[in-house]
């Protein structure tokens, strides 16, 4: 993606309030991010690690999802569990449970979806096999990176319908 700037960052979010846009912790470093091999920016907010972001470019326009991470009962060691945007699989407290408000309407009754995440939302890197999962490991290795990439772009574009639907 190309590189984002902190104005663009934050005008981006669909899912959130103007004012919760404005306060919201960005990630440091902003100009030091591997932009090329990102499809989307996600981070967790440093000041409130409960609270997660993802800010993508879809079609052109960059599109922001302010998401909240529940931290489960925490699990055996040995368990693994597989992100449902890239597929790697990690142990423990390598995958969390986010959530997004809906938009709209359903927002603003309560309506949220939840996907298993990379907890350090690196997918990008873990489909390029730019990073890779403590004690885990990427499910399918028959597809080539590019195979990788296309498939978590088609997970990430049908999370985004599913916020905004
Ligand atoms: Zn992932």
Redesign the pocket.
């Known amino acids: 993606m190309r590189p984002v700037t902190e104005h663009d960052i934050r005008a981006s979010f669909v899912n959130c309030s103007k004012g919760e846009a404005k306060r919201l912790g960005l990630p440091r470093e902003l100009a030091g991010h591997p932009w090329d091999d990102l499809d989307f920016l996600g981070w967790r907010d440093p000041g409130a690690p409960e609270r997660a972001y993802l800010v993508t470019e879809r079609d052109g326009p960059l599109v922001g999802v302010a998401l909240r991470v529940t931290s489960g009962a925490s699990r055996a060691f040995t368990s693994r569990s597989m ?6 699989t990690h142990t423990s407290g390598g ?1 969390a449970l986010m959530t997004a408000r809906r938009t709209g309407e359903a927002g603003r009754q309560g309506n949220t979806v939840g996907q298993y ?2 907890a350090d ?3 990008s890197l ?2 390029r096999g730019k990073r890779e999962a403590a004690g885990g490991g990427v499910a399918d290795e028959s597809l080539t990176p590019e195979e990788k990439v296309a498939r ?1 772009r088609a997970n990430l574009y049908s999370f985004l319908d599913k916020v905004a639907g």
């Open positions: 992100c449902s945007l890239c597929l790697t995958v995440l990379c939302l690196a997918c873990y489909a978590m």
